[in-house]
DNA sequence: CACCACGATGTGAGCGCTCACATTGTTAGC
DNA sequence: GCTAACAATGTGAGCGCTCACATCGTGGTG
């Protein structure tokens, strides 16, 4: 299964093709000053031995390993996942390899172990995933001597937000914000909110932008419940939310999982969706168009977020070189899809007993 | 934010410490010919210097990277995923870094890509996620001078199975059996089965446990109809099912999406679940519990799937060194999880009309 | 007491590449 | 026609580590 002939080096290009070594590595790496002929017979020759550049040697003569690492929690969420597929994709568009450490808790030693590990294995820049308040603080204490890039969380919407860090997110305000006048339009009298776990950043980027559309309306703002971003979760704040107002016509849900808990919630209290009760989710995960009824939900780009995490890594480490276009903005937008889990406020009726 | 003082190296530490940088080597790689004393004096010069052992030049001087490879499709199924997340801790328990390669398409090309460029990373050996059979056809034509190891798809079940290929899986193939025979157990006289993709090698081996289970009880064999693991698809199959057999009374869907759009479906054509039709699911996703009603499913350790894979890659990559123990079993066990989705056979009904 | 074996240490070469510089040959310029 | 400039190429020294080997001291053996 293994080949057994040690592979060739450029050395070994070199003899074959009459020239230097020093040459081979030109032509290897696209330089200009090589004469038409020369690069023939050296591309011939390297074709010939089927050579392939020695990475691990390259990257010590030149201390650029031309790998980006990512550090990312352990979540199967949907969010995070998608974003760690997008930063491969952009990089590996580049020629760039990706290494990935996984954070099993949010500590900070734990952290510094994903962070060094990621050092030792000395990749050039890291994309960093740090949803919650903790994870976020511990990364930036022991802050590496590597550039990092920060995406979701850091940065999630706000008019006039100025990052001291250099990061990407999506606008979760922004989106929360679209979500909750989305059932202010319809009619409804005020928004609830079932939101995510409060240590999340996007959490309360969520609650930010639902209280501004709120408060931009004149809509009284009731408390809010917060989840762990689970179904149960969701199941059961929306048993206490309903406890507390049985009212309630709307509910903005801080993510698409919660949302279905909620749906269940709703179900079993009798409540019709969206008859009785309307229902907003956010994330828009694959099996949202199947709930029953199908989730009205905002949508992110997660991959689109990891291309811009990529991008914006690779103007922090190479400042000048290759300018690769204009810095991307840092604020991807989202998009409220409006499925049939929403639907206009109940007509006037009695006031309860 | 970053230091310009350069990195310390093996000679500045043999410098202060009073030795040689061979006797440092020895030290860091804990070699035991070195006296107490030496060691001590060693250490306390690695830790004042704040040394790092420099990844690359061991790589470069080993030919071995310490970094894993993994293939990974463009999917965020739960399976994959959570696999992945497995690899990562089982590897970085055991020291040893994980890049990702992403394969977008399932073309013979792209996965040579992929395998191309976790090579020039110079990685030690791959773990391989092939689920579809042009995919690992294609990564089986274009075997890598790499140790290799796959991990799903190939391996999920069948008795004396002998895979010619070090492989490592859940025993899909059992589980789909377990499933099947628990509706058999309720007194359902035959289990239909909605289907994955059958170019998927998982989806096959559920086929077979499910027609295993039936024809073992004499129970008749309806047809099947595939969908694509798409909470859209089930929703349509189901349609398909319900249409070619009004009178079904359970249904093992290949997977839990599938299975919340065959709920819908059910749901829409005015069947009570678990009361006219049983439905069971498999993978377990983590919402499959708050699914109306709450899912009966297969479910999978696919962390474990993980492990277990880079534990039998490490037997393949040093053959008889630090044994690590036994190789592990390659077929993972799944677990019947019965929640409220399924229940007994309707009882006897006056024919259709 | 000479001998050898063995543990503890040091020495130098080399992994495969790129860097900085030296060396050619060629053409342009006055 | 002689120098300056430049393109095309070659040379050697590292990058930071490990490998194979050489060396030194020590203690047990007959």
Known sequence: MRSDAPAPVMTDVARLAGVSHQTVSRVVNGSPNVSGPTKAKVLAAMEQLGYRRNAVARALATRR???????????????????????????????????????????????????????????DGVVAMAPQQDALRALTAELPALPTVFVGGVLGGGAGEASALPAVGTDQRGGAHAATRH?????????????????????????????AALSAAGAPEPEFVAGDWSARSGYSAMRTLLAADPGLTAVFVANDQMALGALRALDEAGRSVPGDVSVVGFDDVPEAEFFRPPLTTVSQQFAEAGRRAVQLLLDLIRPHDTPSGPSPRPLVPTELLVRRSSGPAPGVRSGVP
């Not at 969010?79 to 099993?104: C, H, K, N, W």
């Not at 609830?192 to 639902?210: F, K, N, Y």
């Open 65 to 123: 390993s031309g790998t980006l690492g990512v550090i990312t929690f352990n979540t199967v969420l949907h969010g995070p996942v998608t974003t760690l597929y997008g930063v491969e994709r952009a990089a590996s568009a580049l020629g760039l390899g990706v290494s990935i450490a996984v954070v099993d808790q949010i500590t900070s030693e734990a952290v510094v172990r994903a962070l060094t590990r990621l050092q030792d294995q000395s990749v």
């Open 183 to 211: 059932l202010l339009d319809l009619g409804h009298r005020t928004v609830h909110h079932l939101a995510g776990p409060q240590d999340w950043l996007d959490a309360s980027w969520r609650v930010e932008g639902w209280r």
